[in-house]
């Protein structure tokens, strides 16, 4: 085989590159036609020859050599009769190199390529996965369109095939299907949504990959799977977990509010603003914002992933925390996004480039680390420019003294880009930072004796702009700088030094016009930069000085008006008339001291970085600082969270029947079953009685049925509390039970339907099923976890609090029906509730929208303690 | 997603080229070879391009360039860590990524591609996904600590490397004497987050043979042993136009463990011209092309320290470098994990056969610089 590539390659090779050199660059897809050359073209009639063959062993050797001529980019697609023969080839291996011939060419040779259609129709029923997959695989992969329905038909039952693995090669199929065919987007998306539901880890990566590619803004779609992908999301495949995680980014800022500015804003703020500075470490306090349970459940299982080995995925977790966290939690990415600055110098620019975003807004974020930023002088320069923008961004008071003596060290470094980039740099600190302003001052000026002419120049610019905004004690600086003059040959360095005389003229007045007479000598050979800063010197010492200087200034303006460029033209014109009164200059040239020598107001040194927070991080238009193809934009948070209950899934009526069946209790018990676990956890907490993991289906009855009176009391209770439209309380129970009961259940009610989720997700986790008994003891620990998470995330008032969580498991009483989608699984026989789905008002519901998630929050809190106590 | 992708060596030709869409044609990578041209040194390429109407992603390694084409937003990262994927899996298969091993292996390349990529988007990348071999039980693993450090800044980073040889589906736990040394962690996907989270132990599934199964960060509070030190003057004369140069290497801290493979790296400023030097131990050579000065020691020897001086050659008439080159030292200790992390026990769980477990710890030094 090896003979084969290395006969073809001698002259192909290179006729290739010229081929390609010479063509411009396009976007087209056109093959490059390199089968023309006659070497080839005969070569290509052995191989026919060999295609026809009855040995499989020619015939495979022939197809290595074809693949070989492929993978050149050289044309072999007059051969497509001879191997489209063997697509039927009973031969693997055989087969495998058909298949990539197929998909090469099959768009150029759409007539024949139909042929091999039937062979694949026939083996999508095959009994195997993988030669269905693999059938699915190369079908779609073949741009024919008049096989568009056949691929339709073959998605669908793909999509429904009882292997993963196939219905995660249809969820590919779907974005190839797409882009042969976009009228075909409905139907597409129904194969979309089907598969969206779908509950295997292969599959969800994909599926979202082809609904980002296909509908990204039928965002509906999702609601129904939000829990759902946010509970798989740790065992999804890595590159699945990137594509859900930004999708999830974008849905979270459509459906949640902002957990930034809610609530008292001003004094959110300022706790926001000052917790930077100071290390952000103090816990903001008490805030009536309450994060959304589903917002939570997000943030908390995207968490672990930021332990990938994948850098994707740890970018990816981390830009959905910057996007979407409170704030104080965004600083737990920094150790992994320092940790990604170990890997590829690929893999260091784009993170670096992030950082720098970041670090503009969030200093106290990167402080930490800074020495992780410090440039190695085996760096790339692009590597090195970005550790220095962050030094940059990074830099005050207490730690300017260590990155300025980093930056002495760069100063002097070889690469003499980088060494510029320095002095710019300390130009930014020395603005930034007043205290070390003159420290930072002087050694510029050091480097003015510096012998690179890059370094000198670069330090004359910063040097002017430092001098503008520290406007004292300037005489000797710029006395240094005359002297400097005549051995700076860098134009725009020239062009400082004379800005910095002509601003500054009347503190150096014996310099200035020696200057401008060395310059009158000279101007016809400078370069036009200098000569503009040239008139200008002249224009302001005239106006200073006309004594001295009255007849230089006229030369020089009349070696200007006859300039090449039109432009010092121009400028010759209006200063001669702006400052040489004549009758025609009219009023202006009355107040020409005032316009020339305004103060001008100090330039501002920026960082580059400072606009990229427009585009999401970790994009490809962040990299690139410009809207790439295709970019979606990340939407600003709604001010109001629209619907929370569509995220809640419907419970599919068998399940309620099934109820009856798993539990032997009756009907109305495993009504209230669905209480009686608050019931059970109360008496655990405050009395020991009864208590233990009753959560169990077989709790015993007696615990059960009197949870079973007081919870749907109690739930009837909160409803008629909380809804303004009571239906009056059925039961009146003694108002001060009914109270203790509440508060206790502020805390509890969301437990109890998490229990299940614990269940499901350990099983995810390969751990085998959480012993029930270890459920209680867990329930405790979750307890006491969840309290803790809602005071840190929200300190609210506590009377309001109860109110509101009072609510929560009441919603869940009244919309019945909906259950978080974990229970589905694992949870059939409890709780449904059928009697009391009336009993809420219209108006109360939506008051209650937004609380009733909470259980999700417990789910997972529950989910983790019912782990441990697993092992 | 990933549209195409190209394998370009160092001369700049294109010698593979595998599109998961339709054909893109060569001529893109013009743009790529005008950026390149610009760069001078290939490590200064950026990573991201663009041009008219795609994206250009590339990656450098082993002396190759691996192109992809992009054409709509996609993270970068997401593709840039795919290809090194990609040149990670080859090196596998091939125990190389040179431009002559992927040409002999043409028919695998392909099939290896065509396999880890549908539709540009990753399908199968686990090297024992990808080669689908079963094994005999036996079990070695390996610490292998990099240290980095320079009097500016020191740090720890060290990787567990697993060869894993068992059959059936063994569920391991593997748990450290002193895990609170641990500052920051990743993992491969079969480990456990949760289980690490609260207990402080590695419990997985191993895929087999050989994978990296957690990297580490040793918190930088923790001081930070440097095995060795150096003594170094370089010096260059105005006059005479030439240089002095005299750097002796000890041991320091190294826990009775020989220091091995020990190199000096300097990269000499432009001006120097040669190098005529002596070394008390081991050999050096001088590339006045590249500039660069490689002096091998070998082994440690702490009674009589490796020393090199001699004098350099310097081009006249050329100012004087101003700023002393840094010196890149390279050395291993095997035996020893600088950090101090020990692997406490390895337990297997699901499997009945009893496994063959080995341990093994390595330091090496990672960037280390020493400025003069």
């Known amino acids: ?871 | 997603m990933i549209h195409s992708l190209f394998l370009i060596n160092h001369l700049g030709d294109i010698f593979l080229e595998k599109h998961w869409k339709s054909v893109i044609s060569r001529s893109v990578c013009d743009y790529f070879f005008e950026a390149r041209e610009k760069a001078v040194d290939p490590e200064n390429v950026p990573p991201v391009l663009q041009t008219p109407h795609h994206y250009l992603i590339s990656i450098y390694r082993g002396k190759l360039f691996f192109l992809s084409v992009i054409q709509t937003e996609v993270p970068p990262l997401f593709v840039i860590e795919f290809l090194h994927r990609v040149a990670d899996t080859f090196q596998d298969y091939f125990g190389g990524c040179s431009e002559s091993v992927i040409s002999d292996n043409v028919v695998i390349v392909y099939e290896l591609l065509e396999e880890m990529l549908d539709n540009g988007f990753p399908l199968a990348t686990e090297s024992n996904v990808l080669k689908e071999m079963i094994r005999p039980p036996n079990i070695l693993r390996s610490v292998v600590n990099t240290l980095t450090g320079t009097t500016v800044s020191a740090e720890i980073q060290g990787v567990i490397e697993a060869c894993v040889k068992l059959s059936g589906m063994p569920d391991l736990t593997m748990s450290f004497m002193n895990p609170r040394l641990l500052d920051d962690v990743s993992f491969h996907p079969c480990v456990r987050f949760r289980r690490w989270e609260s207990e402080r132990i590695l419990s997985f599934i191993p895929p087999d043979g050989n994978f990296t199964l957690m990297t580490y960060h040793i918190s930088s509070q923790n001081l930070v042993a440097i095995p060795v030190y150096v003594k170094q003057s370089i010096s260059f004369f105005e006059a005479g136009s030439c240089g002095r140069l005299d750097i002796t290497i000890g041991p320091k801290q190294t826990m009775g463990k020989t220091v091995e493979d020990l190199k000096v790296t300097v990269h000499m400023p432009k001006a120097v011209l040669n190098a005529n030097l002596t070394a008390s131990q081991g050999n050096y050579t001088y590339d006045f092309t590249t500039k660069l000065l490689v002096w091998d020691i070998g082994k440690l020897n702490p009674q009589k320290l490796p020393n090199l001086r001699g004098s350099l050659s310097m081009q006249t008439g050329v100012p004087n470098p101003e700023e002393n080159p840094s010196l890149n030292i390279d050395l291993k200790i095997q035996q020893l994990a600088i950090s101090g992390l020990k692997v406490s026990r390895l337990d297997m769980y699901g499997e009945t056969y009893k496994p063959f477990k080995g341990v093994k710890y390595v330091t090496k030094a990672g960037k280390f610089q020493v400025r003069t």
């Open chain 1, 1 to 871: 085989m090896s003979t084969g590539v290395s006969y073809n390659d001698q002259g192909g090779a290179e006729a290739a590159v010229e081929a390609g050199q010479e063509s411009t660059p396009t976007s087209s897809s056109t093959g490059a036609a390199f089968g023309l050359f006659s070497a080839d073209f005969k070569k290509n009639e052995d191989l026919k020859e060999m295609l026809e063959s009855n040995k499989e062993s020619l015939k495979l050797e022939a197809m290595k050599r074809i693949v070989g001529l492929i993978a050149k980019g050289k044309s072999a697609s007059e051969l497509f009769p001879a191997v489209v023969k063997n697509v039927a080839s009973k031969n693997i291996e055989l087969k495998k190199l058909v298949y990539v011939y197929l998909v090469r060419y099959a768009e150029k040779q759409q007539d024949l390529a139909l042929l091999s259609i039937s062979t694949f129709q026939r083996a999508l029923k095959d009994p195997n996965q993988f030669i269905r997959a693999s059938a699915l695989r190369v079908l779609s992969s073949i741009r024919v369109p008049i096989i568009v329905p056949i691929m339709m038909l073959a998605i669908k039952e793909a999509a429904a095939d009882l292997s993963p693995y196939v219905r995660k090669t249809s969820a590919h199929a779907i974005q190839k299907l797409y882009s042969l065919d976009p009228d075909q987007k409905e139907q597409l998306i129904e194969v979309i949504e089907k598969l969206l539901k779908d509950k295997s880890t292969l599959v969800a990566g994909s599926v979202v990959m082809a609904f980002e590619e296909v509908c990204p803004d039928r965002i509906d779609l999702i609601h129904k799977n939000y829990r759902k992908l946010c509970n798989l999301l740790v065992d999804v495949e890595e590159w699945g977990q990137v594509v859900i995680i930004s999708m999830l980014t974008r849905y979270a800022r459509t459906q949640f509010t902002s957990p930034w500015t809610e609530g008292a804003e001003f004094d959110e703020n300022k706790a926001f603003y000052d917790s930077d500075s100071e290390e952000k470490k103090d816990q903001t306090e008490a805030k009536p914002y309450i994060m959304d349970p589903d917002h939570r459940l997000l943030l908390r299982n995207t968490k672990p992933l930021l332990q990938s080995r994948n850098t994707a995925v740890v970018m990816a977790v981390a830009q959905l925390y910057w996007h979407l966290a409170p704030k104080h939690e965004v600083s737990i990415v920094t150790k992994s996004l320092v940790r990604l600055l170990r890997s590829h110098r690929e893999v260091q620019y784009i993170v670096l480039q992030n950082i720098a975003t970041m670090s503009i807004q969030r200093k106290g974020m990167f402080e930490p680390f800074i020495k992780s930023f410090y440039v190695r002088s085996t760096d790339a320069t692009h590597i090195k420019t970005l550790k220095l923008e962050i030094l940059t961004n990074l830099a005050n008071e207490a730690n300017i003294s260590t990155i300025l003596r980093e930056f002495q060290t760069y100063v002097k470094s070889q690469d003499k880009a980088f060494a510029a980039a320095t002095i710019q740099a300390i130009g930014r600190c020395a603005t930034n930072i007043s205290e070390v302003t003159d420290t930072c001052l002087n050694g510029l000026v050091l480097l003015l004796s510096n012998r690179d002419e890059t370094v000198v120049a670069e330090s004359i610019v910063v040097i002017k702009k430092l001098l503008q905004t520290q406007p004292t004690q300037h005489g000797d600086i710029i006395k240094h700088m005359a002297k400097l003059f005549d051995s700076v040959t860098v134009p725009m360095a020239r062009a400082s030094i004379l800005w910095l005389m002509g601003e500054y003229c009347e503190k150096v007045p014996k310099i200035a016009p020696d200057v401008l007479r060395k310059m009158a000598k000279t101007f016809t050979a400078e370069e036009d930069i200098v000569k503009l800063q040239t008139v200008n010197l002249a224009a302001k010492l005239y106006l200073t000085n006309s004594k001295q200087t009255k007849l230089l200034t006229q030369y020089i303006l009349n070696l200007g008006k006859y300039d090449q460029n039109y432009d010092i033209r121009d400028r010759t014109r209006f200063i001669r008339q702006l400052i040489v009164p004549n009758e025609k200059s009219g009023a202006l040239s009355k107040y020409a001291r005032r316009i020339l020598l305004a103060p001008k107001p100090a330039p501002v040194l920026e960082s580059a970085f400072k606009d990229r927070d427009r585009y999401q991080l970790g994009t490809l238009s962040h990299s690139l600082n410009l809207k790439a193809t295709g970019y979606q934009e990340l939407p600003d948070w709604p001010a109001v969270a629209p619907d929370h209950s569509v995220r809640n899934v419907e419970i599919v009526e068998p399940l309620r029947e099934s109820a009856p069946i798993v539990g032997k209790t009756k009907q109305p018990k495993s009504d209230d079953k669905f209480y009686s676990d608050d019931e059970d956890e109360k008496e655990e907490e405050e009395s020991d009685s009864s208590g233990s993991g009753s959560e169990d289906s077989s709790s015993s009855e007696e615990s059960g049925s009197e949870s079973e009176e007081e919870s749907s009391e109690d739930s009837e209770k909160t409803s008629s509390d909380s809804g303004k439209s009571s239906s009056g309380s059925e039961k009146s129970s003694s108002e001060s039970e009914s109270d203790q009961k509440k508060k206790k259940k502020t805390k509890k009610a969301p437990q109890k339907k998490s229990k299940p989720a614990g269940d499901s997700d350990s099983d995810e986790n390969g751990n085998g099923p959480v012993g029930q008994a270890s459920s209680s003891s867990s329930e405790s620990s979750s307890d006491s976890e969840s309290d803790s998470e809602s005071d840190s995330g929200s300190d609210s008032p506590a009377p309001k609090k109860k109110t509101e969580e009072k609510a929560k498991p009441k919603v869940a009483v009244n919309s019945k029906k909906e259950v978080s989608l974990l229970d589905l699984d694992d949870f059939s026989p409890a709780p449904t509730n059928a009697p009391k789905p009336s009993v809420l008002s219209q108006s109360l519901l939506s008051d209650l929208e937004g609380l009733s998630l909470s259980n999700i929050t417990s789910t997972v809190q529950y989910s983790r303690a019912a782990y441990e106590m697993v092992k």
